[in-house]
């Protein structure tokens, strides 16, 4: 089988995640145990993460917020009433 035009299908088809996924999967030799619907499942699983964090990252961008930030850069020393728990 021939994974380059697969690869290529996949991107024409707009399903870039299960692309990276299947050459990834074509360069691990032991991808071979597993069955075919567990191959599917992981590419998949694979499509749905890649999409997930594409959605994630536009929704960042079009925030436009102005500091990048963190839940452990919170000073609770700081007399505001926050509980750390």
């Known amino acids: ?3 380059h ?3 290529e299908k996949l991107h ?3 399903l870039s995640g299960m692309a990276q ?3 990834t999967q074509c360069q691990s030799p032991e991808i071979g145990v597993l069955s075919f ?3 599917l499942g992981l590419l998949l699983d694979e ?3 890649y999409r997930d964090s594409k959605r994630l990252t536009a929704r960042l961008r079009l925030a ?3 500091q990048n930030a963190c839940l452990e850069d919170i000073d609770y020393r700081h007399p505001r009433g926050l509980d750390k728990s």
């Open 21 to 23: 996924a299947f050459a």
């Open 64 to 66: 436009a917020l102005r």
């Open 47 to 49: 499509e749905s993460t």
């Open 1 to 3: 089988m021939l994974t």
């Open 5 to 7: 035009p697969t690869i």
């Open 12 to 14: 024409a088809l707009r």
């Open 37 to 39: 619907e567990e191959r």
